[in-house]
């Protein structure tokens, strides 16, 4: 399997660009033909050199990893015939130096909260087995090596 994303940044004609204030503002484009405005981190760069209404790369990336955790989530949920009605996960990532002393997110916290439907509910124990089944088999948290923490039910 192959992926690939379109990053597109220009500069502005009146920036210099060497003097380092230029705007981190880019766009994203995926296969399917959605484009996002991106940009650096304000807690990064601050604006207006960042665009803090465009998604930045360390935002995308614990949603990135919260969407497969969900997705993995759901598909074993429907495999075991439970009726999931809603999925809602406030995830959290965390910056920090890593063991080398570089900065890295170095924590993720999943937090989902998921509603469940008809006869067939799971417990808190099947709930929790799903999360880590999940957690085993997303790719993104197979591909990362920041440690992710899934707190909820």
Known sequence: MHYTA????????????????????HTWSFDGGV????????????????DASAVD?????????????????????????????????????????DENGRMAITVVTLRPNVTFSGANLPTREQIAALHQSAHEKCFLANSVKAVIHIIGS
Not at 35 to 50: C, D, G
């Open 35 to 50: 484009e996002l405005p991106a940009s650096a981190s304000p807690q990064v760069v601050p604006v207006p050199l960042s």
């Open 57 to 97: 790369p360390e935002e995308a990336f614990v949603a990135s990893l919260a969407s497969c955790h969900m997705l993995f989530f759901l598909s074993l949920a429907a495999g075991k015939h439970y009726q999931v009605e809603r999925y809602e996960d406030q995830a959290e990532g965390l910056m920090s130096k």
């Open 6 to 25: 379109r990053v597109f940044w220009k500069k502005k004609p009146e920036e210099p660009f060497t003097d380092n204030k230029y705007s981190r503002a």
